[in-house]
Protein backbone atom coordinates (compact mmCIF):
# COMPACT_ATOMS: atom_id res chain seq x y z
CA UNK A 1 0.00 0.00 0.00
CA UNK A 2 1.24 3.54 -0.83
CA UNK A 3 -0.89 5.28 2.06
CA UNK A 4 0.60 7.49 4.04
CA UNK A 5 1.02 6.41 8.06
CA UNK A 6 -2.18 7.35 10.01
CA UNK A 7 -1.88 10.14 12.25
CA UNK A 8 -0.33 9.64 15.79
CA UNK A 9 -2.63 11.58 17.32
CA UNK A 10 -4.99 9.63 18.44
CA UNK A 11 -4.10 6.05 20.03
CA UNK A 12 -6.03 2.99 22.05
CA UNK A 13 -4.87 -0.14 23.40
CA UNK A 14 -6.78 -3.31 22.25
CA UNK A 15 -7.38 -6.08 24.25
CA UNK A 16 -9.03 -9.50 24.12
CA UNK A 17 -11.22 -10.92 26.87
CA UNK A 18 -12.03 -14.52 27.81
CA UNK A 19 -14.00 -15.12 23.93
CA UNK A 20 -14.66 -11.70 22.57
CA UNK A 21 -12.01 -9.02 21.08
CA UNK A 22 -12.69 -5.94 22.52
CA UNK A 23 -10.95 -2.46 23.45
CA UNK A 24 -9.16 -1.64 26.77
CA UNK A 25 -9.39 1.89 25.69
CA UNK A 26 -9.96 4.55 23.92
CA UNK A 27 -9.12 7.58 23.17
CA UNK A 28 -5.75 9.51 23.48
CA UNK A 29 -3.27 7.31 26.14
CA UNK A 30 -2.75 10.73 27.75
CA UNK A 31 -6.49 11.31 29.07
CA UNK A 32 -6.72 7.21 29.94
CA UNK A 33 -5.25 6.69 33.28
CA UNK A 34 -3.37 3.28 34.31
CA UNK A 35 -6.00 1.98 36.14
CA UNK A 36 -8.50 2.31 33.41
CA UNK A 37 -6.18 0.70 31.08
CA UNK A 38 -5.14 -1.64 33.65
CA UNK A 39 -8.41 -2.52 34.86
CA UNK A 40 -10.60 -3.22 32.08
CA UNK A 41 -8.13 -4.90 30.00
CA UNK A 42 -8.29 -7.65 32.09
CA UNK A 43 -12.00 -7.80 32.29
CA UNK A 44 -13.06 -11.13 31.80
CA UNK A 45 -16.30 -10.28 30.25
CA UNK A 46 -17.85 -6.97 28.27
CA UNK A 47 -19.96 -5.65 30.98
CA UNK A 48 -22.69 -4.05 28.80
CA UNK A 49 -23.99 -2.20 32.16
CA UNK A 50 -21.24 0.28 30.97
CA UNK A 51 -23.06 0.69 27.86
CA UNK A 52 -24.51 4.34 27.70
CA UNK A 53 -27.25 4.05 24.34
CA UNK A 54 -29.89 2.21 23.60
CA UNK A 55 -29.51 1.24 19.84
CA UNK A 56 -29.51 -1.97 18.15
CA UNK A 57 -26.51 -4.27 19.21
CA UNK A 58 -24.93 -7.08 17.02
CA UNK A 59 -28.00 -9.64 16.72
CA UNK A 60 -29.81 -6.61 15.13
CA UNK A 61 -26.93 -5.59 13.07
CA UNK A 62 -27.32 -5.71 9.04
CA UNK A 63 -24.64 -7.04 6.25
CA UNK A 64 -22.45 -4.14 5.15
CA UNK A 65 -22.99 -2.28 2.13
CA UNK A 66 -19.95 -1.24 0.92
CA UNK A 67 -18.01 -3.15 -2.05
CA UNK A 68 -16.38 -6.75 -0.21
CA UNK A 69 -13.17 -5.54 -1.26
CA UNK A 70 -13.59 -2.72 0.75
CA UNK A 71 -10.95 -1.84 3.66
CA UNK A 72 -12.45 -1.33 7.11
CA UNK A 73 -9.62 -1.97 8.88
CA UNK A 74 -5.71 -2.06 8.69
CA UNK A 75 -2.23 -2.84 10.62
CA UNK A 76 0.93 -1.39 10.27
CA UNK A 77 4.04 -2.14 11.82
CA UNK A 78 7.44 -0.28 10.38
CA UNK A 79 5.59 0.91 7.89
CA UNK A 80 4.40 -2.27 6.51
CA UNK A 81 0.74 -2.07 6.11
CA UNK A 82 -2.06 -4.38 5.29
CA UNK A 83 -5.49 -4.91 4.60
CA UNK A 84 -7.16 -6.82 7.75
CA UNK A 85 -10.54 -6.67 7.71
CA UNK A 86 -12.74 -5.88 4.47
CA UNK A 87 -16.56 -5.44 4.20
CA UNK A 88 -16.23 -9.19 2.61
CA UNK A 89 -14.84 -9.88 5.65
CA UNK A 90 -17.71 -9.26 7.67
CA UNK A 91 -21.10 -11.06 8.36
CA UNK A 92 -22.80 -9.06 10.62
CA UNK A 93 -22.57 -4.94 11.62
CA UNK A 94 -24.31 -3.86 14.77
CA UNK A 95 -25.14 -0.23 15.87
CA UNK A 96 -22.51 1.80 17.86
CA UNK A 97 -22.26 1.73 21.49
CA UNK A 98 -20.32 3.57 24.20
CA UNK A 99 -18.59 2.59 27.44
CA UNK A 100 -18.58 5.80 29.71
CA UNK A 101 -16.56 3.95 32.64
CA UNK A 102 -13.40 3.88 30.11
CA UNK A 103 -14.73 6.61 27.68
CA UNK A 104 -14.96 4.92 24.60
CA UNK A 105 -17.44 4.05 21.65
CA UNK A 106 -17.07 1.13 19.77
CA UNK A 107 -19.05 -1.15 16.73
CA UNK A 108 -19.62 -4.67 17.46
CA UNK A 109 -18.71 -6.70 13.94
CA UNK A 110 -19.05 -10.12 13.60
CA UNK A 111 -16.81 -11.43 11.20
CA UNK A 112 -16.77 -14.42 8.83
CA UNK A 113 -14.57 -17.63 9.53
CA UNK A 114 -12.43 -16.05 6.83
CA UNK A 115 -12.15 -12.82 8.22
CA UNK A 116 -11.23 -13.87 11.58
CA UNK A 117 -8.20 -15.99 10.26
CA UNK A 118 -7.33 -13.03 7.55
CA UNK A 119 -7.74 -10.66 10.26
CA UNK A 120 -4.98 -12.67 12.93
CA UNK A 121 -2.81 -13.52 9.76
CA UNK A 122 -2.60 -9.54 8.69
CA UNK A 123 -1.55 -9.11 11.98
CA UNK A 124 1.10 -11.82 12.65
CA UNK A 125 2.51 -11.05 8.86
CA UNK A 126 3.27 -7.08 10.11
CA UNK A 127 3.59 -6.84 13.62
CA UNK A 128 5.66 -8.21 16.26
CA UNK A 129 3.43 -10.42 18.56
CA UNK A 130 6.06 -10.14 21.30
CA UNK A 131 5.94 -6.66 21.27
CA UNK A 132 2.30 -5.19 20.31
CA UNK A 133 2.57 -1.52 20.88
CA UNK A 134 4.74 -1.57 17.99
CA UNK A 135 1.78 -2.66 15.65
CA UNK A 136 -1.04 -0.48 14.76
CA UNK A 137 -4.35 -0.60 13.60
CA UNK A 138 -6.22 1.55 11.75
CA UNK A 139 -9.85 2.02 11.15
CA UNK A 140 -11.14 3.56 7.63
CA UNK A 141 -14.24 5.38 6.36
CA UNK A 142 -14.24 5.36 3.42
CA UNK A 143 -10.99 5.83 2.16
CA UNK A 144 -9.49 7.56 4.82
CA UNK A 145 -8.20 6.69 8.45
CA UNK A 146 -10.02 7.95 11.38
CA UNK A 147 -8.82 6.06 14.03
CA UNK A 148 -4.86 4.81 15.20
CA UNK A 149 -4.94 2.19 17.68
CA UNK A 150 -1.77 -0.17 19.30
CA UNK A 151 -2.39 -3.73 19.52
CA UNK A 152 -3.21 -4.40 22.75
CA UNK A 153 -1.03 -8.12 24.66
CA UNK A 154 -4.24 -9.95 25.08
CA UNK A 155 -5.11 -9.22 20.85
CA UNK A 156 -1.68 -10.36 20.35
CA UNK A 157 -1.25 -13.39 22.29
CA UNK A 158 -4.72 -15.03 21.23
CA UNK A 159 -3.53 -14.16 17.78
CA UNK A 160 -0.32 -16.48 18.99
CA UNK A 161 -2.72 -18.93 20.14
CA UNK A 162 -4.68 -19.13 17.81
CA UNK A 163 -8.22 -17.97 19.69
CA UNK A 164 -9.23 -15.32 17.78
CA UNK A 165 -13.16 -15.31 17.56
CA UNK A 166 -15.36 -13.90 15.37
CA UNK A 167 -16.77 -11.19 17.73
CA UNK A 168 -14.79 -7.92 17.02
CA UNK A 169 -14.83 -4.21 18.09
CA UNK A 170 -14.00 -1.34 16.04
CA UNK A 171 -12.67 1.41 18.36
CA UNK A 172 -13.49 5.15 18.21
CA UNK A 173 -12.63 7.72 20.20
CA UNK A 174 -15.38 10.23 19.29
CA UNK A 175 -19.22 8.98 18.95
CA UNK A 176 -19.86 11.10 15.90
CA UNK A 177 -17.37 8.40 14.36
CA UNK A 178 -18.27 5.42 15.12
CA UNK A 179 -22.23 6.05 14.09
CA UNK A 180 -20.31 7.34 10.89
CA UNK A 181 -18.59 4.19 10.32
CA UNK A 182 -21.75 2.35 10.79
CA UNK A 183 -23.60 4.50 8.37
CA UNK A 184 -20.60 4.31 6.15
CA UNK A 185 -20.52 0.38 5.93
CA UNK A 186 -24.88 -0.67 6.18
CA UNK A 187 -25.03 2.49 3.61
CA UNK A 188 -27.62 3.97 5.27
CA UNK A 189 -28.87 6.45 7.98
CA UNK A 190 -30.20 3.58 10.68
CA UNK A 191 -27.35 3.30 13.59
Known amino acids: ?16 TATTIVSA ?12 VNGHENDS ?4 SDETDDTDDLEDGSQPAV ?15 RDAIIAGDVATVGSAASVD ?14 GTDAFAEAVDAVGDLEEPESTEIHTHNDGEVV ?6 PNLAAAIDDGEVTR ?15 VEWVRGDQSS
Open 45 to 48: THDS
Open 1 to 16: MSRPPAPRRRRAVLGI
Open 147 to 152: ESHTLG
Open 25 to 36: VAGCLESATEDA
Open 67 to 81: DDETTLLSVEHDGDQ
Open 167 to 181: DFEAIFTEESEATAF
Open 101 to 114: EYGYHYVPMELTED
